[in-house]
């Protein structure tokens, strides 16, 4: 019934904890497929073993190309009606995968989406393990809402792609970027655009656990650059006289993180290609920008000042986002 999807990169402390989370969940109409992503460590081995403790386990090796590619090829080889991802340095609690099942057979969903607890290195929670366990049902443009310009805590429940369960249908031929860091927020930004509704409900049952290591705390400019290259590149899934609600919620979000990313990215050596692209963007883009009636007039006047003096960027955005 559900592929749950594993991508693999030298999580040798973690993986088998990770793996046997798996193992205990209650709804157990599953296959998980591993996808060794070139790994220098023991983690290939620890795949390799465990299928032998749990055939619906399976293993991929492949040369090592990052997350994105990892979760191609995992989507390419399932077989399940749905499918889930799940960080292989990450645990879940027993009852997530039936927890999102519930959710989307329920609500007829497309997208089942639950929350999250962080956690440290070690597995221990670190914040607040329950939320609103209400079940909303919202549309599509309404989550790139929350992704884009949401609390600091939905813009990483509705971007990441894990812990949520995804219809087959939906994603059978979206495939996940090759970005060093951004790859989740383009690939759900696809596939909201493509469901009928999303089901959330604040359950948190997902332990995301906080690496000092992993790319996704790893705030220095090549991530910043690639997370901007992941928002502007989304321009490729628009026709150019499309003019929807998404189409105008995307160039809100990549005018405000030209302005915004810009100082971060200044003196490094990222900042020329940084600056060609800007350029490339405003000059196809500034005339359908400016006119785009969904966009207030100040947000308009804010971003334009903002190209024009950096320094300030960083402090007017803060609070709903970059």
């Given at each position: 019934?559900?592929?749950?999807?594993?991508?693999?990169?030298?999580?040798?402390?973690?993986?088998?904890?990770?793996?046997?989370?798996?193992?205990?969940?209650t709804?157990?109409?599953?296959?998980a497929?591993?996808?060794?992503?070139?790994?220098?460590?023991?983690?290939?081995?620890?795949?390799?073993?465990?299928p032998?403790?749990?055939?619906?386990?399976?293993?991929?090796?492949?040369?090592?190309?990052?997350l994105?590619?990892?979760?191609?090829?995992?989507i390419e080889?399932?077989?399940?009606?749905?499918?889930?991802?799940?960080?292989?340095?990450?645990?879940?609690?027993?009852?997530?995968?039936?927890?999102?099942?519930?959710l989307?057979?329920?609500s007829?969903?497309?997208?089942?989406?639950?929350?999250?607890?962080?956690?440290?290195?070690?597995?221990?929670?670190?914040?607040?393990?329950?939320?609103?366990?209400?079940?909303?049902?919202?549309?599509g443009s309404?989550?790139?809402s929350?992704?884009f310009f949401?609390?600091?805590?939905?813009r990483?429940?509705?971007?990441?792609?894990?812990?949520?369960?995804?219809?087959?249908?939906i994603?059978?031929?979206?495939?996940?970027?090759?970005?060093?860091s951004?790859?989740?927020?383009?690939?759900?930004?696809?596939?909201?655009?493509?469901?009928?509704?999303v089901?959330?409900?604040?359950?948190?049952?997902?332990?995301?656990?906080?690496?000092?290591?992993s790319?996704?705390?790893?705030?220095n400019?090549?991530?910043?650059?690639?997370?901007?290259?992941?928002?502007?590149?989304?321009?490729?899934?628009?026709?150019?006289?499309?003019r929807?609600?998404?189409?105008?919620?995307y160039?809100?979000?990549?005018?405000?993180?030209?302005?915004?990313?810009?100082?971060?990215?200044?003196?490094?050596?990222?900042?020329?290609?940084?600056?060609?692209?800007?350029?490339?963007?405003?000059?196809?883009?500034n005339?359908?920008?400016?006119?785009?009636?969904?966009?207030?007039?100040?947000?308009?006047?804010?971003t334009?000042?903002l190209?024009?003096?950096?320094?300030?960027?960083?402090?007017?955005?803060?609070?709903?986002?970059?």
């Amino acid at each position: 019934m559900i592929s749950i999807i594993v991508p693999v990169y030298n999580v040798e402390a973690f993986l088998l904890e990770c793996l046997e989370s798996i193992t205990a969940q209650t709804f157990s109409d599953f296959e998980a497929i591993l996808v060794d992503d070139g790994s220098t460590d023991s983690s290939g081995k620890i795949c390799d073993d465990y299928p032998l403790k749990d055939n619906r386990f399976r293993v991929i090796h492949q040369p090592n190309a990052g997350l994105g590619p990892a979760r191609n090829t995992g989507i390419e080889a399932s077989s399940g009606q749905y499918v889930m991802f799940v960080d292989s340095d990450d645990v879940i609690a027993p009852t997530l995968v039936e927890t999102l099942f519930n959710l989307l057979i329920s609500s007829s969903a497309d997208v089942a989406v639950t929350g999250h607890v962080r956690a440290d290195e070690q597995g221990n929670p670190v914040d607040q393990a329950y939320g609103a366990e209400g079940i909303q049902i919202i549309s599509g443009s309404d989550s790139v809402s929350k992704c884009f310009f949401g609390t600091p805590y939905e813009r990483i429940v509705f971007s990441v792609a894990w812990a949520k369960l995804y219809s087959r249908e939906i994603i059978h031929s979206l495939r996940a970027g090759s970005y060093y860091s951004g790859q989740d927020l383009n690939f759900n930004f696809q596939v909201y655009q493509r469901v009928s509704s999303v089901a959330f409900q604040d359950v948190r049952k997902y332990y995301w656990r906080q690496r000092s290591s992993s790319i996704t705390h790893a705030d220095n400019s090549r991530q910043q650059y690639w997370r901007f290259l992941s928002i502007a590149d989304l321009d490729g899934v628009f026709s150019h006289d499309e003019r929807t609600s998404f189409r105008s919620l995307y160039l809100r979000k990549l005018y405000r993180v030209m302005s915004t990313i810009r100082l971060h990215l200044a003196g490094t050596e990222y900042y020329d290609a940084f600056k060609r692209k800007c350029r490339q963007i405003r000059s196809s883009y500034n005339t359908e920008y400016l006119k785009d009636r969904n966009i207030s007039l100040k947000e308009k006047i804010v971003t334009c000042l903002l190209w024009t003096f950096p320094g300030i960027g960083h402090v007017i955005f803060r609070i709903s986002g970059n």
